[in-house]
């Protein structure tokens, strides 16, 4: 009798120990598989901060520009000095073959005064900008050549020096300007251009002067792309 109820307590001792086992490995099992009960669910993973949308024309799209602005004669002893400040006009198309590159075509001109003295340029030039790219605002460089049709009137009482005469010339420019885009097609634009043209005018007592008609222009406008 004493060695059945030894025997008794020996496998209920067992089958306690067993139990109690198995009971702790599941409770480890079903934390593995779905977290503790009475925690709060993990965060989800952070998300890197999104790009700023691109805002400028893309390479290859055409573009339209116009612009107004003020024309600063040169103060050369052979060229402008003493002329006031005048207007610019400036007009052209391009395209932007790469992200920092473009190229453009344009036409305008300027015009100063001095007094019963009028200098007028027309100009129909070639040219490419070196642009540093940005979402919204792209600060450029470019420089061009073409044709300047100038025109000098200089009335004076000594007939050596009555001007009265127009020419064509090749000239160049070079620009510095910014573009604040204000969506994917149309920008605002800043342009600062010295333009470089001399011509030779002659007098109507047969004599001649080379005259530099460049000067800086300021102008303020738009950029278009189609």
């Known amino acids: 009798m004493r060695k059945l109820l030894a025997l008794f307590l020996v496998v209920f001792t067992a089958v306690g120990v067993s139990v109690t086992g198995y009971a702790a490995e599941s409770d480890r099992y079903d934390r593995y598989e779905r977290g503790y009960r009475d925690e709060p669910p993990p965060p989800p993973p952070r998300r890197a901060a999104a790009a700023p949308r691109q805002r400028h ?4 799209e055409p573009y339209f520009f116009g612009r107004l602005g003020l024309f600063d004669p040169n103060t050369d002893r052979d ?10 006009i ?10 920092v590159f473009a190229v453009e075509g344009s036409f305008g001109g300027y015009a100063s005064e001095r007094g019963d003295d009028e200098a007028r340029v027309g100009h129909l030039t070639i040219g490419g900008r070196f642009i540093i ?3 919204f605002f792209e600060p450029y460089l470019g420089g061009g050549l073409g044709l300047y049709s100038t025109d000098l009137e200089e009335r004076r ?10 020419s064509t010339d090749f000239g160049g420019y070079l620009s510095l300007g910014m573009d604040f885009w204000l969506n994917e097609r149309l920008a605002l634009n ?14 109507r007592a047969g004599n001649s002067f080379d005259v530099n008609m460049g000067g800086w222009t300021a102008n303020f406008g738009i950029r278009l792309s189609f």
């Open 157 to 166: 009482a000594d007939a050596t020096i009555d001007i009265d005469d127009s």
């Open 79 to 88: 060229g402008l000095k003493g002329y006031d400040t005048g207007g610019s």
């Open 57 to 60: 024309a893309q390479a290859g």
């Open 190 to 203: 800043f342009e600062g251009k010295y333009h470089w043209v001399e011509s030779t005018f002659d007098a």
């Open 133 to 135: 790219p940005n979402p």
């Open 90 to 99: 400036d007009v052209g198309i391009g395209s932007r073959i790469s992200p």
